[in-house]
């Protein structure tokens, strides 16, 4: 009897132990998961659609060599008519290279009258900045910049 | 932590019909969840301002969905067309359901 309690605590161990790494890779796996890749949030924003080339209308001033990565000011200005059936109804601001790289997203109504969003954002590294235009039929415009960063802000 | 914001409209002498500029500031943290603390190593959890919505008069005419790319006290411009005399109201909610308002009056000349 002592025997087979004995082994049956063992096997009870060895499956604990086979779990375990289970258990280590799904904390992992959370941990992973806060990460925002560019490429998966621009899959989202896009959701089978092709962008449109909006550098003809989309006007971005945002410094190329900003003196700290912690604030780089990101002003855009969309040319584009804001009339109740036609308007811009979103612009989200992404990078590229960050670990969480979705920096903002505005929701516009025709009450803004025009298409226009400044933003502070920060970069870990050189990169670029996206930003991303969808008007009310569904239409994409995409604009983009590179900005140097000597000094790095972000964790 | 208390949680602080303000709205400012940035022109003045603006009329009915005129596209005018807002801006909006927020005193908060924006920790990525990935820096940690010098001393102890102790890691920062994620702890952000994530949504700000506008009303002008009763009717939500913005709202801005944040994340953790914003730079730490974000500071934000949207334009807004003037209807009339009233009030802009902006409310802030963090990611740890904090929440706070702050009003402006809208006072067009003439």
Redesign the interface.
Known sequence: MERRSFMKGTFALATIGLLNPVLFHHALAAEEA?E?PYKDLIEEYLSGKKATDGSSIMTLNVPEEPENG???PV?VTINYPMNTDNYISNITV??TK????????????P????????????MGQTQEVVVLAKTNKGQIYKASKSVRVALG??? | MELRGTIKILDEGYKVGDVVKAKIIVIHKMDTGFTKDKESGKQFPRFYMKEINVAYNGKVIAHFDLDVATSQNPVIQFPFKVTGAGELVVDFINSESDKAQKKVAVTPVG
């Open positions: 806060i925002m912690a604030v780089v002003e992404l990078t960050n670990k969480v790289n979705k920096a903002i997203s505005f929701d516009l109504t009450e803004n009258g025009m298409a226009y969003l400044y933003v502070n954002v920060k802000g972000c964790g």
